[in-house]
């Protein structure tokens, strides 16, 4: 009974994980219809590149936090108002650190990609920056108190909220690069109030040696995520550096469509992390084990019909989300695809290192992944431009997984093939009886 009302609550919690996700995701999406519809493909370009390092900053602030607060409230929850004031001093001091450099550092950016319209983007870099971690700090109290339902809601009110204002821009006539990040800070307003008013949650003083714990755990959380964000972007930025906007606007049209194939990673991977660090913390490795499989069972049950049905019918989304100037995504898409079919595997891979206490290794095996990528972009992308970087992009992701399954033995007493399987069984069983 016991482990039913836990499936339950499991099954429960990833429905509104997804649900929050999909909330945030599919304003992205529209904006990003938006974008291929209204903008020519040399400014989706721009946007594109300004969104990647927008995307590169704000991984690195995340990762501070993130799953250092996560875990410190798990273990001390009778501190949670402290950790959380902690947890926002260390949120809002990197925003504002990264938006001064970012302002000051635009004209370089600029021209090292040759591309003068990311001067007034960068300078106005801070109105992401806020957005985005306001959201997701929002979301981090959401996961550590297990509050998927309110993190849900907060995503929903969001996305309306951006939805009604592009609405209205659009209608106006005044759809700009500057209207939209307006669009994305002014939508943060309405959920941060419904969160403060009906479903407060406790904050303190933050305390030095709180923040010093966090840091402590965190740089090497934002490390990993600076690696792991370069080694999703490395592809754009050589792009960038080797080819035209045209180019980079085909890439980022198919990079995008895969991204919302991997949603269940993204999404799950919040539900999956504080099981993970719990049931090592209560049980050991063997619980650990059985979520280790059963993880990346369900990740790969999620991931594999979106896989299919992008591979089966690329041209028909193309032509629906886009026009006949993106055809040449399609061939991009397939082959990034079939990196997606391995990410499971990395990805709790990397989660379960971050449970156990072990930062550090995921730290070392993303530079591992960044260098053998960086690598294939700049011998690829020559020869074979755009397609070589979606081949190296590819290489990569499976060459750094299959090593990291291998490598998880030496830290942790789990093999991943066998734990999958075993999972496998269970659940066939289940399914048969």
């Known amino acids: 009974m016991i482990k039913s009302l836990k499936n339950?609550?499991?099954?429960?919690?990833s429905l509104y994980s997804i649900a929050g996700q999909a909330s945030f995701l599919v304003s992205n999406f529209l904006l990003f219809i938006v974008l291929l519809k209204e903008f020519p493909q040399e400014a989706v370009g721009v946007w594109a590149l300004f969104i990647t390092v927008i995307s590169i900053v704000d991984s690195m602030r995340q990762g501070l936090i993130q799953n250092g607060l996560t875990r410190l409230l798990i273990q001390k929850a009778d501190e949670e108002a402290q950790q959380a004031g902690s947890g926002l001093t260390i949120n809002f001091s990197v925003i504002i650190l990264s938006a001064i450099l970012l302002y000051?550092?635009?004209g370089l950016l600029a021209n090292l990609w040759e591309a003068p319209a990311l001067i007034e983007l960068f300078k106005q870099s801070w109105k992401p920056l806020v957005s985005l971690g306001t959201i997701q700090m929002m979301n981090i109290l959401c996961f550590a108190k297990n509050k998927f339902k309110l993190y849900a809601r907060l995503n929903l009110i969001y996305m309306v909220t951006f939805l009604t204002?592009?609405?209205?821009?659009?209608?106006?006539?005044?759809?700009s690069f500057n209207a939209i990040l307006n669009g994305q800070l002014l939508a943060v307003i309405s959920p941060v109030l419904y969160m403060l008013f009906k479903h407060p949650i406790a904050i303190a003083m933050p305390q030095l040696a709180?923040?010093?714990?966090?840091?402590?755990?965190?740089?090497?959380?934002?490390?990993?995520n600076?690696?792991?964000?370069?080694?999703?972007?490395?592809?754009?930025l050589m792009i960038a550096y080797f080819l035209d906007p045209i180019s980079l606007a085909l890439f980022h049209f198919a990079s995008r469509i895969i991204q919302y194939i991997e949603l269940p990673l993204t999404a799950l991977s919040q539900v999956i992390y504080p099981r993970l660090a719990a049931s090592y913390h209560a049980n050991g490795v063997s619980q650990l084990k059985k979520e280790y499989g059963r993880s990346i069972l369900t990740l790969l049950a999620l991931i594999i019909p979106g896989v299919m049905v992008i591979d089966i019918f690329n041209t028909s989304i193309i032509n629906i989300l886009s026009s006949e100037d993106y055809l040449a995504s399609s061939q991009l898409i397939i082959i990034l695809s079939i990196g997606c079919l391995f990410k499971p595997w990395g990805r709790v891979f990397g989660l379960t290192l971050d449970a156990i206490g072990k930062p550090k290794v995921n730290f070392q095996m993303l530079a591992f992944s960044l260098l053998v990528n960086i690598a294939m972009n700049a011998w690829l992308i020559p020869q074979y431009g755009v397609t070589g970087a979606a081949i190296?992009?590819?290489?990569s992701i499976i060459i750094t997984i299959l090593l990291g399954q291998i490598r998880i033995k030496k830290y942790v007493d789990i093999s991943p093939l066998s734990e999958v399987f075993n999972s496998f069984k269970i659940k066939t069983l289940i399914a048969t009886k």
């Open 8 to 13: 339950s609550a499991m099954f429960s919690n």
């Open 104 to 106: 000051f550092g635009a």
């Open 165 to 175: 204002i592009m609405v209205t821009v659009w209608y106006t006539g005044n759809l």
């Open 210 to 224: 709180i923040i010093k714990e966090l840091l402590g755990f965190g740089k090497y959380i934002a490390g990993t």
């Open 226 to 236: 600076l690696l792991s964000l370069l080694f999703n972007k490395a592809d754009v």
């Open 392 to 395: 190296a992009t590819t290489s």
